[in-house]
T-cell receptor
Framework: GNSVTQMEGPVTLSEEAFLTINCTYTATGYPSLFWYVQYPGEGLQLLLKATKADDKGSNKGFEATYRKETTSFHLEKGSVQVSDSAVYFC????????????FGKGTSLLVTP | EAQVTQNPRYLITVTGKKLTVTCSQNMNHEYMSWYRQDPGLGLRQIYYSMNVEVTDKGDVPEGYKVSRKEKRNFPLILESPSPNQTSLYFC???????????FGSGTRLTVV
């Protein structure tokens, strides 16, 4: 079946530091890949997505590249801000499973001034 | 405004008392799903629907029911709630599943 593995948190960074959150996946077909963000007390928001191999998703300074050869979709940001403190979820969806989302367990990010 | 609306936002109930959490979307989306979020377990899918009258089980369907009689609505029904169903629930919808889902604001359910 499909699954997503992402690095455990919490991750604590100083403002303006470089961020990487690792995500790898297992899928039976050709999934679409996503990063979602959950701010404290809120629902999930789609941060970025990639629908095929070598696609790069980007939004708000965050980037992730769909790497089929390494089955990875690592999230990066060059300079984090305090306002980026949140929980980040890697996820995939695939036609074979009715496009249901499979989530990783989430990585908590805390950015300190 | 395009959105997924869940109600109620907070609910405290007693074991065995049937309840329904409503979910409605105004984007004419085909796909809808329910998830529960628990500390240490992340988000797990309960049920999903690819279209009207088409529903299927997710990873943790036990103790839950859903229906999809209209495209816009996808209620979650707990016929006999138990304390292990205390959780944060999210409804989500998508025009085409490969493009990503829009999530509701969540329903925090406590069963005592």
């Amino acid at each position: 079946g499909n699954s997503v593995t992402q690095m455990e948190g919490p991750v604590t960074l100083s403002e303006e530091a470089f961020l990487t959150i690792n995500c790898t996946y297992t899928a039976t077909g050709y999934p679409s890949l996503f990063w979602y963000v959950q701010y404290p007390g809120e629902g999930l928001q789609l941060l970025l997505k990639a629908t095929k191999a070598d696609d790069k998703g980007s939004n708000k300074g965050f980037e992730a590249t769909y790497r089929k050869e390494t089955t990875s979709f690592h999230l990066e940001k060059g300079s984090v801000q305090v306002s980026d403190s949140a929980v980040y979820f890697c996820a995939l969806s695939e036609k074979n499973s009715g496009y249901a989302l499979n989530f990783g367990k989430g990585t908590s990010l805390l950015v300190t001034p | 405004e395009a959105q997924v609306t869940q109600n109620p936002r907070y609910l405290i109930t007693v074991t065995g008392k049937k309840l329904t959490v409503t979910c409605s979307q105004n984007m004419n989306h085909e796909y809808m799903s329910w998830y529960r979020q628990d500390p240490g377990l992340g988000l797990r899918q309960i049920y999903y629907s690819m279209n009207v009258e088409v529903t299927d089980k997710g990873d943790v369907p036990e103790g839950y029911k859903v229906s999809r009689k209209e495209k816009r609505n996808f209620p979650l029904i707990l016929e006999s709630p138990s304390p292990n169903q205390t959780s944060l629930y999210f409804c989500a919808s998508s025009f085409l599943g490969s493009y990503g889902y829009t999530f509701g604001s969540g329903t925090r359910l406590t069963v005592v």
